[in-house]
């Protein structure tokens, strides 16, 4: 069964049927890997720190560590407190930042203009006025840039270590899984075969990403609903035969003796307890796809009583068998008679954890690279029911091969253990850090709040992370490597793209230019469509210019686009499109912001072209009915100040509009809900209308056929200059589209420091150089593009 996750997720309406649906399909997506967490904790705790004695001290310590750390991180911290932190129902890092970027300037991203704040999606569209203190901490932020840019390195330093995880948490798990082989193998067999099996399976799992999770997803719910039940059986089991007052163990005395006791080596092991919560932050990623009372109920109801009642078995086992043969293991305290049925269950669910942490890596790279913050590369969308299933080619294949190379490099659950842990709390920790500031900018508490919230929890997840720490050298440096790596390559690539975008708007030409060109200066207008594409939302970007001095013709009809990221997960249809004239009607000149959310789907290059024509043949409609009625709002300053009222300085969202009157092209008819009308300044100093009729009409949608014969009908009468003006649209249309392209080359200014000469001429140009190409991921195909060599002097 495929489940539209995106339109089913949490309203009052919903059913009870529906959110149980929600909270079954939930237990493979969500809980894939925080369920298969038993297979490796108390080995890794028990790996060399401390050993268990004839007193049960340290087997109850560990498991009074592990009863109240799921207690206090997933289900008080998650379920209760971050679920609630969504961006209009969106979880994860960037939906974090995405609130506070809404709500105090800090964003140091192109695309923070107040002209998006007309989109339905924000749902703060005017926030309240904060109170005295939560005022002051956002005064403090708007005020220091160094503390946009420490925040920034903290989102992207969450990031890196999601991907982090998803590297290590395939490796772990099928290790594990697996590990349980050596009960009926010599300790040389053991050595010789899991590692092949174990890379064998690993390379089966990523060699079929590129199906999607919706192919083989509808099994991976049953498996982990499987596997919960074996565990929580199993569990039973053990506390029933072997220690039934093993519940003793979850008072946190038992916690305060194993300190006691253990001393360093006791801190160091909780290295190992905190992998107990090792997926946890999958439930506040994956909010999107299911509903804040399906995770919860899953979570609380089933998850939550499973871990415990496995976590509390292994310890009844393990409080009986001081001595057994083999090392601390799930394993061991499994009956023989259901051992290998245990093992298969095991790996599948190993299997369906790695896939739902790969999964999430390839959406956190999609949301990066959305937003300006990782190199581009191509995006496959696996599903067209289900949204947010892709698969990234390169991502996976580099995954593949460094998750293969952990497992052969370090062997045992130790090490892998030790990185899993460190990757673990780092993402934990910038959550939150990121949802104390939440609670201040967003839901308007006192700062003092937010402040036992970072100390009571930050306490906690600082104290599991400087037990990772510690253990450096035996493995935690692969995450903090990786992580340094990456956080270079976004930093790196988020920097120079920024200041490409500030060279953009220093540069761009004066629409005076523009309208000068003409027949006098040689310059020939050829038919068809000209896209030129621009990071700018108003002026003529220098890349335009450039073509013009090189090539000096155009084409007849011109359409600059910018395509921008807004910070917002999901922008609809019908506001995705931002359309307004350069210059007067004559020119035929255009301009169109189209605005996706950091999770939405962008169109490929056929349906984008056949949509911008249909928004373009309204828009025209649109602003002849409203010339009338419209007086010229443009700055003096702003270059074009003809009497026109169709000017640049007005746009206007084009999704549905009203059209009055007998339009002279087909139209299919649906009722069409109100929309709004809003005023807003844009950063570039140009004055934007965003118009929509404030009434119930009937939505046109355009076909784009003008019937020439429609002279004879009166009710079909249009204005001439309309009628030519749609007759130059299609007959462009007719002629073929170009689109016009910078192919940028960017190098430092002279007396640049070394290390930004490193970072641009070397580590951005590399970057790009190898990395797809705009025209790549825009699908413009090779004879319809137009490049314009460009060399940015940073």
Request: charged content about 15%; aromatic content about 12%.
């Given at each position: ?6 339109k089913?997720?949490?309203t ?5 049927k529906?959110?149980l649906l929600?909270?079954?399909?939930s237990?493979?997506v969500?809980y ?7 297979l490796?904790?108390y080995?890794s705790?028990f790996a060399?720190?401390?050993?268990h004695s004839?007193t049960n001290?340290e087997?109850?310590?560990v ?6 750390t ?7 911290k998650y379920v209760?407190i971050v ?9 994860g890092?960037?939906a974090?930042y995405s609130l506070?970027?809404?709500h ?8 923070r203009?107040?002209?998006?704040e007309a989109l339905?999606?924000?749902?703060f569209e005017?926030p ?6 939560s005022?002051r901490?956002k ?9 946009h840019t420490?925040l920034?390195?903290l989102?992207?330093l969450g990031?890196?270590m999601?991907i982090g995880d998803g590297l290590l948490?395939p490796?772990?798990?099928v290790f594990?899984?697996?590990?349980g082989?050596e009960?009926s193998m ?6 010789y075969a899991?590692?092949?099996?174990t890379?064998?399976i ?6 079929l990403?590129?199906f999607?999770?919706h192919?083989v997803g509808f099994?991976f719910?049953?498996?982990?609903l499987?596997?919960l039940i074996c565990?929580?059986a199993l569990?039973?089991?053990n506390?029933i035969?072997?220690n ?7 008072s946190p ?6 300190l006691k006791?253990t ?5 160091m092991?909780l ?5 107990c919560i ?9 909010l ?6 399906a ?5 609380t109801?089933?998850?939550?009583p499973a871990?415990?009642?496995a ?8 409080s009986k068998?001081h001595?057994?043969?083999h090392d601390?293991?799930?394993y061991?305290s ?13 790996i ?5 954890g790695s896939?739902?942490i ?6 956190i790279i999609n949301q ?5 913050c990782f ?5 496959v ?6 949204h947010?299933?892709?698969?990234i080619?390169e991502i996976n294949?580099m995954?593949m091969i460094l998750?293969?190379a952990v497992?052969v490099g ?6 892998m253990?030790?990185a ?15 949802t104390?500031l939440?609670?201040i900018?967003c ?11 970072l100390?009571?929890?930050g306490?906690?997840e600082?104290?599991y ?6 253990k ?10 990786l992580?340094?790596f990456?956080?270079?390559?976004m930093?790196v ?5 920024i ?5 953009d708007l ?13 027949p006098?200066?040689?310059i020939?207008?050829?038919p068809?469509i000209?896209?030129v594409f621009?990071d700018l ?8 210019s ?5 090539l000096p013709?155009?084409?007849r009809l011109?359409v600059f686009?910018?395509?921008k ?6 922008v609809p249809p019908d ?12 020119h035929?000149s ?11 789907v962008?169109?490929d ?9 249909s928004?373009l043949?309204d828009?025209i409609r649109y602003?002849?009915?409203k010339?009338h009625g419209?007086t ?7 270059g ?6 169709s000017?640049?300085c007005?746009?206007a969202v084009?999704?549905t509009?009203?059209i009055s009157?007998g339009p002279?092209?087909e139209?299919?008819e ?6 709004v ?8 100093s140009?004055?934007d209308i ?12 355009v076909?784009f ?6 002279e004879?009908?009166p ?5 001439a200059?309309?009628r030519?003006?749609l007759?130059?649209l299609q007959?462009?249309?007719l ?6 392209l910078?192919n940028?080359h960017?190098k430092a ?6 290390l930004k000469?490193?970072a641009?001429?070397f580590?951005?140009?590399f970057?790009?150089?190898?990395c797809r190409?705009p025209?790549?991921?825009l699908?413009?195909?090779p ?5 314009v060599?460009m060399?940015?002097?940073?």
């Open positions: 069964m495929d489940l539209d996750y995106g089913c997720w949490g009052s309406k919903d059913s009870w529906t959110t929600l909270a079954y399909q237990l493979g969500v894939g890997d925080l369920s298969i967490s038993p490796y904790v080995k705790t060399d720190d401390i050993h004839e001290e087997i109850f310590g498991l009074s560590f592990v009863f109240w799921l207690t206090l991180v997933p289900l008080f209760f679920l609630r932190a969504d961006d209009n129902g969106e979880g890092t960037f974090l506070i970027c809404r105090a300037k800090v964003s140091l991203l192109p695309n203009q107040v002209a998006d339905s999606t924000y749902k005017r309240p006025e904060p109170k005295n203190n005022s901490v005064l403090v932020l708007d005020k220091h840039k160094s503390l420490a920034l390195i989102v992207l990031t890196c999601v948490t490796a772990i798990s594990s899984a697996v590990s082989l009960l010599s300790k040389d067999q053991h050595q899991v590692i092949p099996i890379c064998f690993l390379v089966c799992l990523f060699a990403q590129h999607g999770t192919r099994c719910a049953p498996v982990v499987t596997w565990i929580s569990g039973l089991y506390i035969h072997w039934p007052h093993v519940y003793q163990a979850l005395y038992y916690m305060l003796r194993f006791k001393r360093k080596g006791g801190w092991s290295g190992g307890i905190l992998l090792t997926g946890s932050e999958a439930m506040f990623a994956d999107g796809h299911f509903s804040y009372t995770i919860q109920m899953a979570f109801f089933l998850v939550y871990l415990i009642l976590y509390m078995g292994q310890a009844a086992y393990l068998h001595h057994t043969i601390i293991d799930f061991v499994v009956p023989e008679s259901v051992r290998w049925p245990v093992l298969a269950i095991a599948l669910a190993s299997v369906v896939q739902a790969i999964s999430g890596t390839f959406s990066s690279q959305s937003l300006g190199p581009r590369v191509k995006v969308h696996t599903s067209d029911k289900i947010g299933q892709i698969y080619p294949w995954l998750c293969i497992t370090f062997r045992d659950t130790k090490h253990g030790n899993s842990g460190l990757a673990v709390m780092a993402v934990m920790l910038v959550t939150t850090c990121l104390s939440v609670i900018l839901w308007q508490k006192p700062p003092i709040v937010a402040f036992i919230f100390l009571f929890f306490s906690i600082l104290l992370f400087s037990a990772s720490l510690v450096f050298r035996e493995g935690a440096w692969l995450p903090i490597l992580a340094l990456l956080v270079s390559i930093f690539w988020h920097y120079a793209t200041k490409k975008y500030e060279y220093q540069n761009k030409v004066s629409l005076e230019w523009l309208l000068a060109l003409g006098s200066l040689g020939a207008r050829v068809g000209g896209i621009s939302t108003s002026g003529i970007p220098a890349n335009f450039r073509f013009v001095t090189n013709a155009f084409h011109l686009v910018c395509i990221s807004v910070p917002v997960p999901f506001e995705r499109y931002l359309v307004g004239r350069v210059g007067p009607a004559a035929r255009y301009r169109c912001i189209v605005r996706y959310g950091y999770r939405d962008h169109q290059v056929d349906s984008f072209e056949s949509e911008l024509i928004r043949a828009f602003d002849w009915d010339e419209i010229d709002i443009c700055n003096e300053d702003d074009y100040r003809s009497g026109a009222s000017s640049e007005r746009l084009i999704g509009v009203a009157g002279p092209f139209t299919e649906t009722v069409q809900p109100a929309s009308s809003v005023g807003f300044p844009t950063v570039d140009v004055t965003v118009e929509m009729e404030p009434l119930d009409v009937v939505e046109r949608r076909r056929a003008i019937d020439t014969d429609s004879a009908d009710r079909s009468e249009m204005d200059q309309l030519e003006e007759h130059d007959a462009a249309q002629a073929g589209t170009a689109f016009i910078g940028s960017v200014k002279q007396g640049s420091s070394l000469r490193l641009i001429n580590g951005y140009n970057l790009r150089r190898n190409g025209d790549v991921v699908k413009v195909p004879a319809s593009l137009l490049e060599g060399v940015y002097v940073l």
